[in-house]
C-alpha cells in the first residue's frame, strides 16, 4: 500500500477512533434529541440555513464513515426540518456519503482485496462486472444487507 492510501486510512481510522472514544454516538439517540428538542428547533428557527448546513456535513460523515447515527439522524431531521426539507437534506447527504464510502472502499483497499483473495472473487467480479447494477439494486432493497456494508462492499468489486 503506498502513503497516501495509508495515511487516508490512517485518518479515516483516527476519525472512527475519535467518534468511539469520545462516545460521539450518545449525541444521536432519540433520547438526546427530545432532550434538546426545544433548543433544536430555536436554533433552526433562527438560524435554518446554518442550521441545515451543519446537518447536512453531519449526515454525510456519519455515511461517509459508516458511523451508526444516520438512522436517527433520518428521523430527527423529519421531526426538527420538516418532511420535505429533511427529505432533500437526507436524500442528497446520504448519496453523497455512501458515494464518499464507496471511494474511500475503492481507493484504500480494493488493490489489496484484489490481490490477497482475486482468485476466490474471480465468479463475483464477473457477474459483477456483466450485471452489477442489477446486483447493486437487488442489495439496496435487502433490508438485511446494511447500507453501509454494500457502499463498502461494491468498492472492492469491479462495478
Do not use: C
Request: no cysteine; proline share 4%; glycine share 6%.
Amino acid at each position: 500500500m503506498d502513503r497516501k492510501k495509508l495515511l487516508l486510512l490512517a485518518a479515516l481510522a483516527s476519525l472512527i477512533g475519535l467518534w468511539f472514544a469520545l462516545d460521539l454516538g450518545q449525541y444521536f439517540t432519540l433520547e438526546q434529541a427530545k432532550a434538546q428538542q426545544i433548543a433544536l428547533q430555536d436554533t433552526i428557527a433562527q438560524q435554518p440555513l446554518v442550521s441545515s448546513a451543519v446537518y447536512f456535513v453531519l449526515y454525510v460523515i456519519v455515511t461517509a464513515l459508516s458511523l451508526p447515527g444516520a438512522a436517527i439522524m433520518t428521523l430527527l431531521g423529519a421531526a426538527l426540518f420538516g418532511f420535505w426539507w429533511s427529505l432533500l437534506l437526507v436524500s442528497f447527504a446520504s448519496t453523497i456519503g455512501a458515494t464518499l464510502a464507496f471511494l474511500f472502499s475503492r481507493f484504500i483497499l480494493r488493490d489489496w482485496v484484489q490481490s490477497k483473495f482475486g482468485h476466490r472473487l474471480a465468479p463475483i467480479n464477473a457477474g459483477i462486472a456483466k450485471d452489477g447494477p442489477i446486483y447493486l439494486f437487488t442489495l439496496r432493497l435487502i433490508p438485511v444487507f446494511p447500507f453501509f456494508v454494500v457502499n463498502l462492499l461494491m468498492g472492492l468489486t469491479p462495478i
